[in-house]
């Protein structure tokens, strides 16, 4: 059974910085793309950041670019997302995804961690 | 970005009676690889969206049979041929064909 857990939300203030992990198992993660989506208070889902099963390939939505950095320990089966420069529009429910493929542009997301909560307030 | 727009964004369906949900994008999904890049997902209440449709009209291992998907370019729908209490949740069609990839807004079902 695939398993994917989130970890590292919280409340921090603007500008501040966390970092997000992703425990995965039941499934070789080391093969698969993976993928960070962002569902806003309320709001919809919200592309955010994904990664090739090697970590040489990586994208990031242009609200993010620049101040969110996305990694994995596959030796770990861990997924990251390094997020700086923090502001109150990315507070959001950050969801851990698996991708079908090893490479993010010809799968498509199939799992769903249970999402860990970022807060950005002062 | 590729604009994904739902229809309606909720309804009300009575208990094994049918519903369908409509999706359409800015430009077309179909890949050169020859397969849509269209998805369907379902968010229950207090859940992670899970994954119901895969590539127009491919269920999900482990999805009911009275789920299904058509269309095909920029046009695309999901119909659920007999409503259940367990179906209700939020709809959300998803492309992949270009990076970002990009929602729908939304289609809450609710049971009446």
């Known amino acids: 059974e695939v398993q994917l857990v989130e970890s590292g939300g919280g409340l921090v203030q603007p500008g501040g910085s966390l970092r997000l992990s992703c425990s995965a198992s039941g499934f070789t993660f080391s093969t698969y793309a993976m993928h960070w989506v962002r569902q806003a208070p309320g709001k919809g889902l919200d592309y955010v950041s994904a990664?090739?099963?090697?970590?040489?390939?990586?994208f990031y939505t242009d609200a993010v670019k620049g101040r969110f950095t996305i990694s994995r320990d596959n030796s770990k089966n861990t997924l990251y997302l390094q997020m700086s420069s923090l502001r109150a529009e990315d507070t959001a429910v950050y969801y851990c995804v698996k991708d079908r493929e090893y490479e993010f542009w010809s799968g498509y997301p199939d799992y769903w961690g249970q999402g860990t909560v970022v807060t950005v307030s002062s | 970005d590729i604009v994904m727009t739902q229809t309606p964004l909720s309804l009300s369906v009575t208990p094994g009676q049918p519903a369908s949900i409509s999706c359409k994008s800015t430009q077309s999904l179909l890949h050169s690889d020859g397969k849509t890049r269209l998805y369907w997902y379902l968010q229950k209440p207090g859940q992670p969206p899970q994954l119901l449709i895969y590539e127009v009209s491919n269920r999900f291992s482990g999805v009911p049979d009275r789920f299904s998907g058509s269309g095909s370019g920029t046009d695309f729908t999901l119909k659920i041929s007999r409503v259940e209490a367990e179906d209700v949740g939020v709809y959300y069609c998803m492309q992949s064909i270009q990076l970002r990839y990009t929602f729908g807004q939304g289609t809450k079902l609710e049971i009446k």
């Open positions: 990664i090739s099963s090697y970590g040489g390939s990586t």
